[in-house]
């Protein structure tokens, strides 16, 4: 079925990150794929643009179905293979319920507290250093803003709900996935923006769940496979202009 | 069953629209709820909290499962009552694929081009007058993007990929829907936005495929069973900057 499938995707970005875990967990490891270059713009190429006229990554393929939004695909995944690789949507209610509330969660709150308003807003590039006119009191809200933001992710982290005992003792030895004792598309939702942070300059020291959650998964195989190949190559090159967290 | 489900929710809020237009599909009407007041800031009121603590509507309940955020309401409505009220995710994979695509291209693109950096950055509120210093060619700009962006939903109902002859045939006689011959989850995240935009007025004049869906969709029975009532008591109090589009 990988032979199928087709991915067009660019090196650090969050939602292809977030496909290609799906990828992986659903088993299609080997998945034809090109790399595109964000500095050359190539996701505007016409190879792109035939199939996602927004001219964005991801774009994806499976025979001749298309699908592009990064979630889209992830519940393609999921919905079209459900008994492929990791079930990534539980099927008892209550699972169900926190994995889809914490899914849409990621999306509607960490694209912007993390990414677009502080991360974009704040870091240091040098095309960008001379645009930035950000004013003191706007980097301490912000801050603030997406402290509040980690500490809620840091607590859900502790404390989960509808857990069994038995999934409550597996948990204090193995640490905790995001609904539960298993790996579900919370994690796949989530993971790569707590990535992204850390590679801009995140210090995850005052979250310590989140510190631990991050080591953990940051060697889960379908998560190193994907790791944003450049990343590995050099360090960052930005950084958050307040460290302190 | 909807005598076990609870939904805080406000008039005129989108993400609210979108939860209560699949709970009507799904055969709840009847179900419990509270109608805040965003004036009075009762979403931050103790009963919402404690189930949510972002203190947001929607603010839904179904027995002892909690779930917040509009999109996992809608998903989880449908994925746990498949079978009752209208399927709103198709079985059939490529009808699947392109409902769950325009779900999420709707919940990227609109959110932002149409409400955030378009409504509510330049609708005259008489607080946010004063406030107001958008450029003219700020304006211009960003009318411009919305304009792409809705002429890019008027060709998707226009122009439907995967349809049988019959289905064509069909559709000429009755209308589109977003994804196809029937209406779909798809249609449950789409129609809030053009509703809130024609309510702070939008003129869909030069869009005549989303201007004929918003009609025929306004009489729909879930849509008008939960149109925003004061909405049908007062005509709008915005008036864009840009009457042109």
Not at 65 to 71: G, L, P
């Amino acid at each position: 079925m990988a032979e199928n499938m087709f991915l067009y995707w660019g090196s650090g970005s969050v939602p292809c990150w977030k496909a290609m875990i799906a990828l992986e967990e659903k088993g299609f490891s080997g998945y034809k794929n090109k790399l595109i270059s964000f500095d050359n713009n190539e996701m505007k190429g016409e190879d792109v643009l035939k199939l996602n006229p927004r001219g964005e990554v991801p774009t994806f393929t499976d025979g001749d179905v298309v699908v592009n939004e990064s979630s889209a695909i992830c519940e393609y995944l999921e919905s079209t293979y459900k008994d492929k690789g990791t079930q990534l949507i539980p099927s008892g209610t209550k699972q169900r319920a926190l994995v889809l509330q914490r899914m849409n969660e990621a999306m509607a709150n960490l694209m912007h507290k993390m990414l677009l308003d502080y991360i974009y807003e704040f870091m240091e590039t040098k095309e960008e250093k001379t645009k930035l006119k950000t004013r003191p009191d706007n980097v301490a809200r912000k801050t603030q803003t997406l402290k509040d933001e980690l500490n809620r992710w840091n607590d859900y982290l502790g404390k989960l709900p509808y857990l069994s005992w038995i999934d409550a003792f597996h948990i204090r030895k193995t640490g905790a996935y995001l609904a539960g004792p298993d790996f579900t598309m919370a994690d796949v939702y989530f993971f790569p923006f707590i990535g992204f942070g850390v590679r801009v300059g995140l210090n995850l020291d005052s979250f310590p769940n989140i510190k631990s959650y991050y080591e953990r998964l940051s060697s889960r195989p379908s998560i190193k496979a994907s790791w944003p190949p450049h990343w590995k190559q050099s360090p960052g090159s930005f950084k958050p202009l307040t460290g302190k967290m």
